[in-house]
């Protein structure tokens, strides 16, 4: 079966610094992937998707890669704020826009 | 964008008895809404898939007699955890699929947080 799978560990980044947060997704590579954030006892918020025939998406500060030799895709924050600090879900969509989500990677972003 | 609500956004119950749960969708029709469920520092687990007008899909696992799930309309559906009990305490998201937008981009609601005590 698909799974998605994220880094389970808490990421802690001065502020200023380069937040990275992997995802990585076993057998077919998916058509696409998104990138969710979600504050706690809050739902996901959308913020970016990356389809398997794109190498790289940006917007604003955010920047997704998706890289299907490694399976894997890259979601970067430039610039980082505490105002950053959540947890960030990455997600697989399948047919009828079914979405298998990782469990998620927190970020922790130090003033 | 798109904004679903969700109510009530916490509910405390006694076990045994039954919650209702509303998802609505208040800018865009959701012809699909999803419902999750998350329990804490875990991520999100798809429970079923409703469709407007048609019966719900569960995934695997998940009694569908035990979550009734009703999508009357394309801004409402409905989860009903009937006969609850304490293992059921779990935070419930639901989502909408607004149907004109590429590559199924998902709305979430801002969940509901059930206790059954």
């Known amino acids: 079966s698909q799974k998605i799978e994220q880094n389970s560990e808490a990421l802690n980044i001065q502020e200023g610094k380069t937040a990275t947060l992997t995802c990585n997704y076993t057998?077919?590579?998916?058509?696409?992937l998104q990138w969710y954030r979600q504050d706690p006892g809050r739902g996901p918020v959308f913020l970016l998707l990356?389809?398997?025939?794109?190498k790289e998406k940006r917007k604003e500060r955010l920047k997704v890669t998706f890289d299907t030799t490694l399976k894997q895709s890259l979601f970067h924050i430039t610039a980082s704020q505490p105002a950053d600090s959540a947890t960030y879900l990455c997600?697989?969509?399948?047919?009828?826009?079914?979405?298998?989500f990782g469990q998620g990677t927190e970020l922790s972003v130090k003033p | 964008g798109a904004v679903v609500s969700q109510h009530p956004s916490w509910v405390i119950c006694k076990s045994g008895t039954s919650v209702k749960i509303e998802c609505r969708s208040l800018?865009?029709?959701?012809?699909?809404m999803f419902w999750y469920r998350q329990f804490p520092k875990q991520s999100l687990m798809l429970m079923a898939t409703?469709?407007?007008?048609?019966?719900?899909?569960?995934e695997q696992g998940v009694e569908k007699d035990k979550f009734l799930i009703n999508h009357a309309s394309l801004t409402l559906s409905t989860l009903t955890v009937t006969s609850a009990h304490p293992e059921d305490s779990s935070f419930y998201i639901c989502?909408?699929?607004?149907?004109?937008?590429?590559?199924?981009?998902?709305?979430f609601g801002p969940g509901t947080r059930l206790t059954v005590l």
């Open positions: 997600a697989k969509g399948n047919q009828g826009g079914k979405l298998i």
């Open positions: 409703s469709n407007e007008g048609s019966k719900a899909t569960y």
């Open positions: 800018d865009f029709q959701a012809t699909t």
């Open positions: 990356i389809r398997e025939n794109e």
């Open positions: 057998n077919y590579s998916p058509a696409y």
């Open positions: 989502s909408g699929l607004a149907g004109d937008r590429p590559y199924n981009e998902q709305f």
